[in-house]
C-alpha cells in the first residue's frame, strides 16, 4: 500500500518512519530519543487506539509496540496492524519474558539500548542506513 | 429310690462285676443246700465231699466279692467259676455222684466261662465241665462206665453249648462296641458342629466390624471422593465426599453410572492417545482403559483430571488410581480417590500472576533508569567529564545487578510454580562454554583469575535450550571466579561418557565446608567461606542452575574442600552426535 506523502520535505522521505507505542511516558520518549539518535523520523502513540489513528494518516516504515498497553494490547495491535498494512515492519518491545512475544515480529525486549535499536534497524528495516 | 439306683449303678448289663455274675450260682447253691436237707429223698452221701463243696462256693463268693470291691484283682476273676466248678464237682459227688440231681447247676459257671471274650474259654469251659462231671477227688461212689461216658460226653456238649454262647457274647460285644463307636462318633460331629457354629459366629461378628469401620472410614471422607469400580469402570462404592464433589447419591450412582461419565471426554480420548490406545479389559471405552492402565499394571498413580459434576460444573481433580484385587490376586476393580485441587490451581495461578506483575512493575522502572543513563553517557553534544562518566558506569552497573538479581528471583519462582520453559534443540556444548569463557574473561582478566578450557569431546551434543544452558554455564563459571583470589585458576573440562556430556567447573578458590555441602542448593543459601569473606549474591545462583540441570533431566554435583577449591560437575544426556 503506498500511501503519497505529500508536501513532507524530500530528505525526510529517505528517513524510516517509526511509529512508537508505549503508554509509560519515560519509555515512549527514551524509544523516541534512540530511533532519532538513529537517524529515523519519529512518531509514538500511547495507547493502541491513537496508534491506529496515526498510522492511517501516514503509514510507517517500523511500529514498535509496547504489550502490556491499556485497552486494545499490544498483541492486538500488531494483529490489526499487520491486517491493515502488511508493509509495515513490527518490532515488539516488552518487560515480559520474549517467548510470550507473538511470532514473526522483530524484538527489542526491555531494557532497551542504543545499540540493540541499531541492530534490530540493520537486521528488519532495509530502507534503514545507519549514519 | 436310692436303692434303685444302686442296683441300676451295680447291675450293668455290658461291665457286671463278679459278684453279680456269681450270685445266681450262689443262690442256686444254697437253694439246692436247702432242698437236701429238706428233701427226705436225697441226702449227702459223702460229708466231707459235700462240705469241701459247700466250702469252696463260700470262698469263691467271697473272692467274687473282694474282686469286685477291689478293681484291680478284676483280672482274676475268671479264677471265681472255675473254683464253682471245682467245688461243684466236690458237692455232686458228695450228693450221690452221677446220680446228684445237682448236675445243672454247672451250667452258670460255664455260661459265665463261655461268655469272657476269647474263644480260649470254650476250652476252659470243657475242661471247667469235664472236671465238674468228675469225681475229682475220689471221695464219691466208685465211678462207673456210664460216669465216665458221661464225663466225657456232658462236657463236649457243654464245649458246643460254651462256643455258641461264647460267639453270642462275642457278637453282642461287637454290637455293643458298634453302637457306642457311633454314639461317639456322633458325639463327636455334634461338637464339631457346635464349634463351627460358634467359629463362624466370631468370624461374622469380625466382619461384620470390619465392615462397619470400613464404612466409616469412608464416611468420614468427605473432602475426598472415593468412587469404587468393577473392572468395566461400573460404580459399586460413592463415598459422601463424591456425593458432595459429584452431586449425585449413592443410589443414584451405585450400579447405574460408570465412572468414566463423570470425566471430560476429550481428557480421556487426550490420554488414550497419548498411551497409544492401551488395551484392557474395555476395548468399548478407551478412555477407561486408559484412566486405569497405570493401576492395572500394578503400579497406583496420581494425575491432573477434571471432573464433570451432575450439574455440569467442572472440578479440577488429583485422583490416584488403584487396583481392587480378590483373594486370589485376580483384578476385580479399581479405586478412584480425588481430591478437589481447584483451589490450589487458582493459589498457584495467583502467584504466577503475582510474579509476572511484579517483574513487570520493577523491570519498566528499571529499563528507564538504565536507558537514560545510556542517553547520558553517550550524549555527544554535551560529553561528560571522566569523574561523571565514573560515576555514571557506577550506577549503570548496580542498575544491572539489579536487573539480574531480578530476573533470578523471577526464574526462581517460575521454578517453583513449575511454569518455565525449555526450548530444546539439539546443542553442540563445546562452543557454548567457550562463549561461556569469553564472556566471562573481563570479570576474570580484573578478578586476576586464569581460566583453561579443556575440551576432550568437541561434537559432545545434548539436546537442550542454548539461552537456559548458557545462563547455568555463566553462574556456575562466574560463581567460580567470584571464589577464586587472585592469581588463582579456573579449569572449564567438556568431555563425555557413553550417556552424559560431562562440564566439569575446577577452580582454585576458598572452598565449600562439607557439611553444608547438601545445603548448597536450596533457595538464598550462602556458603560460611562466601559470608565470611564478603563475597557479595544472595544465593539464588546454584538454585536457578540446578533447575536447569534437572529440567534437562541432567545432574549437578558438587566436590569441595575448603582452602583448595571446588568442582561443579554438570552431567546432561547425550544425544547422537550431528550428521556431519
Known amino acids: ?92 518491545t516488552s518487560v515480559l519474558d520474549v517467548e510470550d512475544y507473538p511470532d514473526r515480529h522483530a524484538s527489542l525486549p526491555k531494557p532497551v539500548s542504543g545499540a540493540h535499536v541499531r541492530q534490530m534497524l540493520h537486521d528488519f528495516v532495509p530502507k534503514w542506513h545507519a549514519a | 429310690m436310692k436303692a434303685y439306683r444302686w442296683v441300676l449303678e451295680t447291675v450293668r448289663v455290658d461291665n457286671a462285676s463278679p459278684f453279680l455274675k456269681q450270685t445266681p450260682f450262689a443262690v442256686a447253691f444254697v437253694g439246692a443246700v436247702i432242698i437236701v436237707m429238706a428233701s427226705p429223698s436225697i441226702n449227702f452221701t459223702v460229708w466231707t465231699s459235700a462240705l469241701i463243696g459247700m466250702w469252696g462256693v463260700i470262698l469263691s463268693t467271697g473272692l467274687a466279692a473282694l474282686f469286685s470291691y477291689v478293681p484291680t484283682l478284676a483280672r482274676l476273676a475268671i479264677l471265681i467259676p472255675a473254683l464253682d466248678l471245682i467245688a461243684l464237682s466236690a458237692f455232686r459227688s458228695g450228693t450221690g455222684g452221677s446220680m446228684s440231681p445237682f448236675g445243672s447247676l454247672i451250667i452258670l459257671p460255664v455260661i459265665w466261662i463261655a461268655a469272657e471274650p476269647g474263644r480260649r474259654y470254650i476250652v476252659i469251659a470243657a475242661i471247667g465241665t469235664a472236671i465238674a462231671l468228675t469225681d475229682l477227688l475220689g471221695l464219691g461212689t466208685t465211678a462207673t462206665s456210664g460216669d465216665l461216658l458221661r464225663s466225657v460226653f456232658a462236657p463236649i456238649i457243654f464245649a458246643i453249648g460254651a462256643a455258641i454262647i461264647n460267639e453270642v457274647a462275642r457278637q453282642g460285644r461287637v454290637q455293643v462296641e458298634a453302637v457306642r463307636r457311633l454314639a461317639e462318633e456322633r458325639e463327636v460331629m455334634l461338637r464339631g458342629a457346635d464349634d463351627y457354629t460358634k467359629r463362624l459366629r466370631e468370624n461374622e461378628a469380625q466382619l461384620r466390624a470390619a465392615d462397619k469401620l470400613t464404612r466409616s472410614v469412608l464416611d468420614a471422607v468427605t473432602e475426598q471422593s472415593v468412587v469404587g469400580t468393577d473392572v468395566t469402570g461400573n460404580i459399586d462404592v460413592w463415598n459422601p465426599g463424591a456425593e458432595r464433589m459429584l452431586g449425585l447419591t449413592a443410589p443414584e450412582a451405585q450400579y447405574k453410572r460408570f465412572i468414566y461419565d463423570f470425566h471430560l471426554a476429550d481428557e480421556l480420548d487426550e490420554r488414550s492417545r497419548e498411551l497409544n490406545y492401551p488395551p484392557g479389559e474395555t476395548v468399548l471405552t478407551p478412555g477407561f482403559s486408559a484412566l486405569v492402565e497405570s493401576a492395572r499394571l500394578g503400579t497406583p498413580e496420581v494425575r491432573q483430571w477434571t471432573y464433570v459434576r451432575a450439574d455440569g460444573l467442572h472440578v479440577s481433580v488429583d485422583v490416584a488410581v488403584t487396583r481392587r484385587v480378590n483373594d486370589a490376586g485376580e483384578t476385580t476393580g479399581y479405586l478412584f480417590v480425588a481430591t478437589d485441587v481447584t483451589q490450589a490451581l487458582e493459589v498457584s495461578r495467583l502467584k504466577d500472576e503475582f510474579v509476572g506483575l511484579i517483574s513487570h512493575e520493577l523491570r519498566t522502572p528499571l529499563s528507564s533508569i538504565l536507558g537514560y543513563l545510556e542517553l547520558l553517557r553517550e550524549d555527544t553534544d554535551e560529553p561528560l567529564s571522566e569523574e561523571q562518566m565514573m560515576y555514571l558506569s557506577i550506577a549503570e552497573r548496580n542498575a544491572h545487578r539489579l536487573l539480574r538479581l531480578m530476573g533470578d528471583l523471577l526464574f526462581t519462582a517460575q521454578v517453583g510454580a513449575n511454569s518455565f520453559n525449555i526450548d530444546a534443540v539439539a546443542l553442540e556444548v563445546a562452543p557454548l562454554v567457550r562463549a561461556s569463557i569469553e564472556s566471562a574473561n573481563p570479570v576474570a582478566v580484573a578478578q586476576g583469575v586464569t581460566m583453561f578450557a579443556e575440551v576432550t569431546d568437541d561434537l559432545a551434543v545434548v539436546n537442550g535450550d542454548p539461552t537456559r544452558i548458557g545462563q547455568a554455564i555463566d553462574n556456575l563459571l562466574s560463581n567460580a571466579i567470584k571464589f577464586t583470589p587472585r592469581g588463582g585458576r579456573v579449569t572449564v573440562a567438556v568431555s563425555s561418557d557413553d550417556e552424559h556430556v560431562v562440564v566439569r567447573l575446577t577452580d582454585t578458590g576458598m572452598g565449600i565446608p562439607a557439611n553444608e555441602l547438601d545445603q548448597l542448593f536450596s533457595r538464598f543459601f550462602r556458603a560460611s567461606t562466601a559470608t565470611r569473606a564478603a563475597v557479595p549474591g544472595v544465593g539464588l545462583g546454584l538454585t536457578i542452575t540446578k533447575a536447569i540441570v534437572d529440567a534437562h533431566g541432567g545432574s549437578l554435583d558438587v566436590e569441595s574442600e575448603v582452602g583448595v577449591g571446588t568442582t561443579f560437575i554438570v552431567r546432561l544426556p547425550k544425544v547422537p552426535a550431528l550428521a556431519e
Not at chain 1, 509514538?44 to 486494545?72: N, Q, S
Open chain 1, 1 to 92: 500500500m503506498i500511501i503519497p506523502v505529500g508536501t513532507a520535505a524530500p530528505e525526510r522521505d529517505q528517513r524510516v518512519r517509526v511509529l512508537i507505542v508505549d503508554d509509560s511516558d519515560d519509555q515512549r520518549n527514551l524509544l523516541r530519543r534512540y530511533f532519532e539518535r538513529a537517524g529515523c523520523d519519529v512518531r509514538d502513540a500511547a495507547t493502541a487506539e491513537i496508534a491506529i489513528e496515526a498510522y492511517a494518516l501516514v503509514t510507517p516504515d517500523l511500529a514498535v509496540i509496547d504489550l502490556i498497553l491499556p485497552g486494545m494490547t499490544g498483541w492486538q495491535l500488531a494483529v490489526r496492524l499487520g491486517a491493515d498494512n502488511p508493509e509495515c515492519i513490527i518490532a515488539i
